[in-house]
């Protein structure tokens, strides 16, 4: 039925209302708000926010102050749901809804099938969350008896179609994005105003169909239209759902007996299952018998098709109510199933589309094309049902109910698409593409189960929230760019050398030299990587400058260089793509707009599953709400603010003291080490030799504490003075790495000068060697001297990579024992001192250590800084990386576990991780600057290393371009690489850059407007 | 899961765990759910028990693990938030339930919790900011208007077990 004047004051309503300018804003902003399809929308009628939008403007206008237009809005709220359109697209509405992958009308009702004539809708079963649009008062129980699964009704389409937005493509779902176009934020919305229309869908006819009833002709529904308009005329203007749905069993039974149908009261007699069974016989003869044209049929199918589904439902709410579990359910399925699946086989061998159990049914049906697209189409709708079906928040019955039904009719179905050959051939195929399916299936719980630390990171998340876990899990992250870098160095530089370069001995740069023989085999040269270590594939002096080697003709300096580029490629790449992926995760994160509600909403961490991590939950969201609730009252009231304001100077000036003093410090340790090393090691201590690193890892272990108690000074909210923290600390290890560089930038221009004196003294050797035996012949080397003997230079490149292997050893052994001395050990005392005590150990003075998430961030990836900058000096060092990575990931689990406490101080994992990343590419940058100095400007040493004997490293690539490739491509090469072209080409970057620059800002403002807009429009 | 659920029953009815159902005292002894505060809601939102214990059959056990698992979408894993805090299951929330929550949240020491007129300001500064249509109470789109915005709802919106 359709409320013509209702409908029509509708449309005028809106007409009205949107002469006026104002309407059109209050949709859009409605729409943007509640992100909702405002069709299908998940709305609780009156609570749908349009609702309080339609009010105000009604209210605003003054019409008749909306009492009687707000009864009319309620009403066609009660109905349904609300659409609105642009004007100027026209479509039949049947384009436009589409059967079966029915837009939900609304949350209760579900769109069934569709017809040119009808539209049945069905109702969805929504029991838990009845919706409140009873101001009659009515009963919570009849409210959600109304839209029981299963209950049908059905709706004429003679109300205005011409209305309609564009129709719906193949397989297309209206999505929210859609909706999106016709109303977008009013800032950016092209359309006028005035082109808003309204228009009202009335409920026509509901009728009650017990499951496998079907939907009558025309005749009947229009009988039963004029019924229920009597009926609604009766009940009064407001047709309460209640009212509705007596009627509605009226009429069924009415209908009923107009149709004659005979078995009607059988069924009703009859157990309920057992009826339906029948009911669908009766619905698949009524077709047979049926003289309606396609449309009708596939209507029919459709109709038996949601009875089976009723069926099921049915069986499965039984099941539950009765306390049968699910086996027993599945055996009661099961005859169930074997019965289904007998008629679908009936079926196949009858080429008959629809399901039929029943014995008089055998008229045949030639399937149309029409019917086998349709058919398609509904096999394709169940397909997309399948696959959505977890997205939908049904109770899991539903959800395995639903599912099985949509499987069984894809399966039914998609045999009967294929004909003849093809069929055979269409079911190997779906078998095959099962089969596939549930390999991936495998194979991705295969994935996840191999992911290591899985489970401990699981545990250590349960017990210290999130943030926690996410120190694990970029320390995963880190081990596997490092198992990466390994593989690389490890692959392509030291197993080649060691395979097939020369053995050791053979040459003098492979050879320990005779005056540190002694102490070669020393226990130190595990510590400090001398003696023998130095001599080996780890370093980089133990390489030749061979261009190939071995039988494979590996070239050796072209992979050491490559290599070495390649490592700092792939981090940033790596790096960036990470960030990247996080930026798009964390989206518009920064609104700041629900603040209060986000505190309220999200702010439990439901991984939490210690008691006590609890308690500091608790803790910690009350001093939130407490902190946020006091910003709110007096958000600008700041108190003595000379005097915070002198503290924060002070603090800042200490802390800029600290820094510079730690520099300086480690720049004189550097210096003074130099000393040692030119007077020679031999005659200092242990200290002495390794000064810089101790000295380094000390600064390193004591700074941030310092500067956590110069912060305290500050009185800074908790968050910023974290920030503070972070920002000094990294610019404590900033400094100290780069007073450490330049230190050892002295010491190679040392080296280098040294260099030149052996190179000298190297040559008067030579001769004096040659002269005293047989001078003339040169070209081979004839007298053997052992290559111990022979004098050689200094290799900086060694030293630079020595240096930077010491320091990661230090720097791993101090985080070591920091955990064992300051965590393990303390607690231990803590523990069991506690008893006999004068204080509470556990809650005073000492307590237990709490997990510092951002100390152990920043050394993580100040270490793995160092690891990037020494790694072409020293390809061994990506593996020792990989050691201490692998074995800080146990002992910090083990020390996290046994001896730490949940922290108090809350420090968000999801905000942070790219925060993270950002220094990371930050300390990549900084630190791949000096080893690309370094290669670029710097020449290596004369006889060690694989680029020994050429002026600079990356000669390598030219004398591989000449050597190896045709001539024409050096040419190329040459051209590629003269300035005329790479001076275009990095304009041409640069200016790309600027532009994409310019519209990503230009978004976040259009973006920050709308929010304002919306800001503004609520609080209107 | 099926493992961990059939720990949660009795000996004898281990066998046919599908058809069994768990007590909600048994549920709750679950160590991912012990600490929670709205362990309680939990249990009401997932059972489909009839008569009101809060029982679990299997069916509903997976259920909960779905809809708290990773690859829910942040849909459904609002719905179902919207659910637990719905405490009085009107499908608003209103007043009363706002402050359940927020007592559910401060955790039961007398100290933690907020006092009257905190209460009362922090209600009101949360239904200034989510309550669109200003009607008292927020409803389900509201709520997930909200929730969809915050960065860290989906990741701590989970249990793993």
Same mark, same amino acid.
């Given at each position: ?31 943007a708000l509640s992100h ?68 939900? #009308? ?31 008062? #009515? ?20 109300? +205005? ?13 209206? *999505?929210r994005d859609?909706?999106g176009?016709?109303?977008?934020y ?74 004659? +149908? ?73 005859? +169930? ?54 997205n ?8 395995? *109910? ?45 994935k996840t189960?191999?992911i290591p630390w899985e489970m401990k990171i699981k545990e250590i998340e349960s017990h210290f929230g999130s943030s926690v876990a996410s120190y694990f899990i970029f320390l995963r992250w880190m081990y596997g760019i490092n198992m990466i ?85 792939y981090s940033f790449m790596i790096v960036i793509r990470t960030m990247a992926r996080n930026a798009n995760e964390e989206g518009g994160g920064d609104d700041t707009s629900f603040n209060f509600s986000w505190k309220m909403f999200t702010s439990w961490d439901y991984l939490i599953g210690n008691p006590e991590t609890a308690d500091n939950k608790f803790a910690s969201i009350t001093t939130s709400f407490k902190e946020a609730i006091v910003e709110e009252q007096e958000s600008r009231k700041e ?5 915070t304001?002198?503290l924060r100077?002070?603090a800042n000036?200490?802390a800029?003291?600290t820094l ?40 390193g272990m004591?700074c941030p504490t310092l500067f956590d108690v110069i912060s305290s000074l500050e009185n800074y909210h908790p968050r910023i003075a974290l920030r503070w923290q972070l920002g000094r600390i990294f610019a404590l290890f900033l400094g100290n790495l ?73 720097d791993?052994?101090?985080t070591?024992?920091t955990i064992?001395?300051g965590d ?23 307590s237990y250590s709490e997990f510092d998430i951002s100390g152990n961030v920043l050394g993580l990836i100040f270490n793995q800084g160092m690891i990037w ?12 990386n990989?050691?201490r990575l692998?074995?800080s990931m146990?002992l910090q689990c083990?020390a996290v576990m046994?001896c730490n406490v949940p922290q108090e101080r809350v420090f968000k994992a999801s905000r942070s991780n790219n925060f993270y990343m950002a220094m990371l590419l930050f300390i990549l940058f900084l630190s791949t ?34 050597? +190896? ?28 850059i600027?532009?994409l620059n310019a519209t990503s800002k230009s978004y976040k403002e259009a973006n920050l407007e709308l929010k304002k807009k919306l800001q503004t429009?609520r609080r209107? | ?30 160590p991912e759910l012990r600490a929670n505060p709205f362990q309680?809601r939990i ?22 693990l779905s809809v708290f698992s990773d690859s829910a979408t942040s849909d459904i894993k609002s719905h179902y938030a919207f659910r637990i805090f ?7 929330l209103?007043?009363?339930?706002l402050?359940?929550l927020v007592n559910c949240l401060t955790g039961?020491?007398?100290?933690s919790?907020l006092?009257?007129?905190e209460m009362?300001q922090l209600i009101r500064n949360i239904l200034e900011e989510s309550d669109i ?5 927020i409803?389900l789109s509201e709520f997930q208007h909200v929730v969809s915005r915050s960065p860290d709802f989906t990741s701590s919106f989970k249990i793993i077990l």
């Amino acid at each position: 039925m359709i409320q013509d004047d209702g409908c029509e004051s509708h449309i005028m309503l809106a007409a009205d209302l949107s002469s006026s300018g104002q309407p059109l804003q209050l949709f859009g902003i409605c729409d943007a708000l509640s992100h909702v399809d405002l069709r299908s929308g998940e709305r609780d009628s009156c609570h749908h926010p349009l609702f309080g939008a339609l009010q105000q403007v009604l209210a605003a206008q003054g019409k008749g102050a909306g009492s009687t237009k707000n009864k009319e809005i309620l009403g066609f709220y009660e109905h349904f749901s609300v659409y609105f359109f642009t004007e100027g697209i026209r479509a039949h509405w049947k384009d436009w809804v589409k059967p079966g992958a029915a837009p939900v #009308l609304c949350r209760h009702l579900q769109l069934d099938q569709l017809s040119s004539e009808t539209l049945v809708i069905q109702g969805r079963g929504h029991k838990v969350f009845p919706a409140p649009w009873d101001h009659g008062g #009515l009963q919570e129980e009849a409210r959600m008896d109304c839209w029981e699964t299963g209950k049908v009704c059905q709706l004429p389409v003679d109300w +205005d179609v011409s209305r309609l937005p564009r129709p719906l493509k193949n397989n297309e779902e209206r *999505s929210r994005d859609d909706i999106g176009q016709f109303f977008q934020y009013p800032g950016m919305n092209p359309i006028k105003p005035h082109r808003f229309m309204c228009i009202q869908v009335e409920q026509q006819v509901l009728k009650q169909v017990q499951g496998g009833s079907d939907v009558d002709n025309e005749e009947g529904s229009a009988a039963e239209n004029e019924e229920n308009v009597g009926g609604i005329d009766k009940g009064g203007k407001r047709a309460t759902p209640r009212t509705r749905r007596g009627h509605a069993r009226g009429r069924a039974r009415h209908g009923g007996e107009e149709d004659e +149908d005979d078995e009607d009261g059988t069924r009703r007699a009859g157990h309920r299952r057992h009826r339906n069974r029948r009911g669908r016989g009766r619905a698949a003869g009524n077709e047979g018998s049926d003289s309606d044209g396609d449309p009708a049929k596939a209507r029919k199918n459709q109709a038996n098709q949601k009875s089976k589904e009723d069926d099921e439902d049915e069986e499965d709410e039984k099941g539950g109510k009765s306390g049968k579990g699910k086996n027993e359910k599945k055996q009661d399925k099961k005859p +169930d199933k074997k019965g289904k699946k007998e008629k679908a086989n009936k079926k196949k061998k009858d080429k008959k589309k629809s399901g039929s159990g029943s014995d008089s049914d055998s008229e045949e049906e030639q399937i149309t094309e029409e019917e086998l697209a349709k058919l398609k189409e509904e096999v394709e709708e169940k397909k997309k049902l399948i696959a959505t079906l977890r997205n939908k928040p049904w109770k899991m019955k539903k959800k395995l *109910s639903v599912l099985k039904e949509a499987q069984l009719f894809v399966e039914k179905f998609e045999g009967a698409l294929g004909k003849g050959k093809g069929k055979k051939f269409y079911a190997y195929k779906v078998m095959m593409t099962k089969k596939w399916m549930k390999f991936q299936r495998d194979f991705e719980n295969f994935k996840t189960a191999c992911i290591p630390w899985e489970m401990k990171i699981k545990e250590i998340e349960s017990h210290f929230g999130s943030s926690v876990a996410s120190y694990f899990i970029f320390l995963r992250w880190m081990y596997g760019i490092n198992m990466i870098l390994f593989g690389l160095t490890f692959g392509l530089v030291m197993v080649p050398e060691a395979l097939m370069g020369k053995p050791y001995g053979s040459l003098p740069r492979k050879t320990v030299p005779r005056a540190e023989e002694a102490s070669a085999m020393n226990f130190a040269t595990l510590w400090d990587f001398s003696g023998f270590a130095q001599y080996s594939v780890l370093f980089y002096g133990y390489y030749n400058n061979q261009r190939t080697i071995g039988w494979l003709k590996f070239r050796m300096p072209l992979s050491y260089f490559l290599v070495g580029v390649g490592t700092i490629g792939y981090s940033f790449m790596i790096v960036i793509r990470t960030m990247a992926r996080n930026a798009n995760e964390e989206g518009g994160g920064d609104d700041t707009s629900f603040n209060f509600s986000w505190k309220m909403f999200t702010s439990w961490d439901y991984l939490i599953g210690n008691p006590e991590t609890a308690d500091n939950k608790f803790a910690s969201i009350t001093t939130s709400f407490k902190e946020a609730i006091v910003e709110e009252q007096e958000s600008r009231k700041e108190e003595n603010i000379h005097l915070t304001r002198f503290l924060r100077v002070l603090a800042n000036f200490l802390a800029l003291c600290t820094l510079a003093g730690s520099g300086y410090l480690i720049f004189f340790v550097v210096r003074r080490s130099q000393k040692f090393a030119l007077e020679g090691l031999e005659n200092y201590g242990w200290w002495e030799r390794n000064e810089v690193n101790m000295v380094m890892s000390l600064l390193g272990m004591f700074c941030p504490t310092l500067f956590d108690v110069i912060s305290s000074l500050e009185n800074y909210h908790p968050r910023i003075a974290l920030r503070w923290q972070l920002g000094r600390i990294f610019a404590l290890f900033l400094g100290n790495l780069y007073t450490f560089i330049i230190a050892l930038m002295d010491e190679i221009n040392l080296k280098l000068e040294e260099e030149k004196v052996v190179k000298y003294n190297m040559s008067i050797w030579e001769a004096s060697l040659y002269n005293g035996t047989i001078p003339e012949n040169s070209t081979a080397p004839p007298i053997q001297v052992d290559p111990a003997d022979v004098p050689r230079g200094p290799c900086w490149e060694t030293m630079v990579g020595q240096e930077f292997v010491r320091l990661t050893v230090s720097d791993t052994m101090t985080t070591y024992i920091t955990i064992l001395i300051g965590d393990f050990l303390r607690a231990v005392f803590v523990r069991f001192f506690n008893y006999c005590w004068c204080w509470d150990l556990e809650y005073g003075f000492p307590s237990y250590s709490e997990f510092d998430i951002s100390g152990n961030v920043l050394g993580l990836i100040f270490n793995q800084g160092m690891i990037w900058m020494g790694s072409f000096y020293a390809p061994c060092l990506p593996a020792i990386n990989v050691f201490r990575l692998h074995t800080s990931m146990y002992l910090q689990c083990w020390a996290v576990m046994c001896c730490n406490v949940p922290q108090e101080r809350v420090f968000k994992a999801s905000r942070s991780n790219n925060f993270y990343m950002a220094m990371l590419l930050f300390i990549l940058f900084l630190s791949t600057l000096p080893a690309v100095y370094t290669i670029v400007s710097i020449p290596p040493s004369f006889d060690c290393g694989p680029f020994s004997g050429k002026t600079r490293m990356f000669e390598v690539i030219s004398e591989t371009l000449e050597h +190896d490739f045709p001539s024409w491509f050096g040419k190329v090469f040459g051209y590629a690489s003269n300035p005329g072209l790479i001076l275009p080409f990095i304009l041409l970057m640069v200016l790309s850059i600027y532009y994409l620059n310019a519209t990503s800002k230009s978004y976040k403002e259009a973006n920050l407007e709308l929010k304002k807009k919306l800001q503004t429009s609520r609080r209107k | 899961a099926y493992k961990r659920f059939r720990e949660l029953l009795p000996k004898e009815e281990r066998e046919n765990a599908c058809s069994a159902r768990v007590p909600k005292s048994r549920i709750l002894t679950l160590p991912e759910l012990r600490a929670n505060p709205f362990q309680h809601r939990i249990c009401r939102v997932f059972s489909t028990s009839d008569n009101g214990d809060d029982s679990m059959s299997f069916e509903d056990f997976l259920d909960m693990l779905s809809v708290f698992s990773d690859s829910a979408t942040s849909d459904i894993k609002s719905h179902y938030a919207f659910r637990i805090f719905d405490f009085d299951d009107d499908g608003t929330l209103d007043r009363k339930d706002l402050e359940k929550l927020v007592n559910c949240l401060t955790g039961q020491g007398k100290e933690s919790q907020l006092s009257n007129e905190e209460m009362e300001q922090l209600i009101r500064n949360i239904l200034e900011e989510s309550d669109i249509d200003k009607d008292g109470t927020i409803n389900l789109s509201e709520f997930q208007h909200v929730v969809s915005r915050s960065p860290d709802f989906t990741s701590s919106f989970k249990i793993i077990l």
